[in-house]
């Protein structure tokens, strides 16, 4: 069984996007006398920065236990998915610059910037991982496997996503 984890460095800059939206926008609402308008929008946005910050926590706090069976979830939101019914897996990939590489549905930057999502779905069971998750690729080429042995349709971009990895062969027809 391998056991994964989000690293805390690969979440630092999620903690200070939070930190810095908190010390941004709450200041203004505690010190200043706001029109209830203007107070309203400040405390929607205290709200949406908390919550991304609580989202940080859990993905932090949260463990991705791995075997030839099973990937779960442990942690505040447990979630568990047999290989043997996985109903389908999605590779996403999201540049994070203007300039993606032409001419290929994997639209990877040649200077590497950018991140991947894994999701997987099993009955009710949902399942979503990005690529800063430590050894993303042992748990893609693991998911990757389970799709290939139950004959899962992916669609284009997974596929293209997939053989940009080196794991693209021998899968269903695309949807």
């Not at 056991?3 to 709450?26: E, K, Q």
């Not at 549905?105 to 991140?115: E, F, N």
Request: proline content about 6%; hydrophobic content about 50%.
């Amino acid at each position: 069984m391998s056991s994964h984890h989000y690293p805390t460095a690969a979440l630092a800059g999620d903690y200070a996007r939070a930190l810095f939206g908190l010390a941004f926008v709450t200041p203004p609402l505690v010190l200043l006398t706001l029109n209830p308008a203007v107070a309203a929008i400040f405390a929607v946005l205290i709200a949406l920065f908390l919550i991304f910050a609580g989202r940080t926590v859990l993905l932090q706090l949260a463990r991705i236990e791995m075997n030839e069976s099973e990937i779960r979830r442990s942690g505040p939101r447990p979630s568990r998915i047999p290989w043997a019914e996985l109903d389908e897996l999605k590779l996403s990939y999201f540049a994070t610059g203007p300039r993606a590489t032409r001419g290929s549905l994997y639209p990877v930057r040649r200077d590497g910037s950018g991140w991947m999502q894994l999701a997987l779905r099993a009955g009710g069971s949902r399942l979503r991982l990005d690529s800063r998750i430590d050894d993303f690729a042992a748990i893609v080429g693991r998911a990757a496997r389970a799709a290939r042995q139950r004959r899962l349709p992916l669609n284009a971009a997974t596929a293209a996503n997939l053989a940009a990895m080196g794991l693209g062969d021998g899968f269903g027809e695309e949807r």
